[in-house]
């Protein structure tokens, strides 16, 4: 069946740091795909879809300086966290499209905790 | 855009008993119905879905119903065990069956033995 790879899946980092996140197809092409945000005992929020070789489509809200999205392959994604703050302190979690269970994959998240 | 609404947002039932979970949805172009099951930091796992030609599908004691002209769907979950419990998210596609996937608020169930 499809597997999406992502990591780190955990990770700390200090204030005003960068952090990437990545999410890898393994078995599969993903043409498309998607970025959630998750803060506890809450839902997923999408962030941002991102298609291969174009520029991501951020949603309302959402800060695309902060929040760089890169989709340089059809197997590889990537979610850089820019000048993190505690705020940003939350489970991200990408999804693939192009696998099996009618396309939507998802990667194991990351937990990433800013202090 | 879509908009998907889930209840309730807590449900708490005896081992045994039977689950419900509804969901409504906006778009009347989504297609894919899908519900996840998602326990404590891990990743949401697809437990069944359905499409709209479909009105209903079962496998064993998970049942997913569609009512598109309503734009509603449910989860029913029967014979609960304790290890049903976790938190169940219902989702919906924007623009048909391969765009962006957006899910309802949730509905954490809590099985009691």
């Known amino acids: 069946g499809a597997v999406v790879s992502q990591h780190p899946s955990w990770v700390i980092c200090k204030s005003g740091t960068s952090v990437k996140i990545e999410c890898r197809s393994l078995d599969f092409q993903a043409t498309t795909m998607f970025w959630y945000r998750q803060f506890p005992k809450q839902s997923l929020m999408l962030m941002a879809t991102?298609?291969?070789?174009?520029?991501?489509?951020?949603e309302q809200g959402v800060e695309k300086d902060k929040f760089l999205i890169n989709h340089a392959s059809l197997t590889l994604s990537t979610l850089t966290v820019t000048s993190a703050h505690p705020e940003d302190s939350s489970f991200y979690i990408c999804?693939?499209?192009?696998?099996?269970?009618?396309?939507?994959?998802f990667g194991s998240g990351t937990r990433l905790t800013v202090v | 855009g879509e908009n998907v609404e889930q209840h309730p947002s807590t449900l708490s039932v005896q081992e045994g008993d039977s689950a419900v979970i509804k969901c409504t949805y906006s778009?009347?172009?989504?297609?894919?119905f899908p519900w996840y099951k998602q326990e404590l930091g891990k990743r949401p796992q697809l437990i069944i879905d359905?499409?709209?030609?479909?009105g209903e599908k079962k496998d064993q004691r998970i049942a997913v119903t569609l009512n598109k002209t309503a734009k509603h769907f449910s989860l029913h979950i029967t014979e609960t065990q304790p290890e049903d419990s976790a938190v169940y998210f219902c989702a919906a596609p924007y623009g048909g069956s391969q765009g962006n996937l957006i899910f309802g608020k949730g509905t954490k169930l809590s099985v009691k033995p």
């Open positions: 359905i499409r709209s030609n479909v």
């Open positions: 991102s298609n291969e070789g174009s520029k991501a489509t951020y």
């Open positions: 778009d009347s172009a989504s297609n894919y």
């Open positions: 999804s693939a499209l192009g696998g099996s269970n009618y396309g939507y994959t």
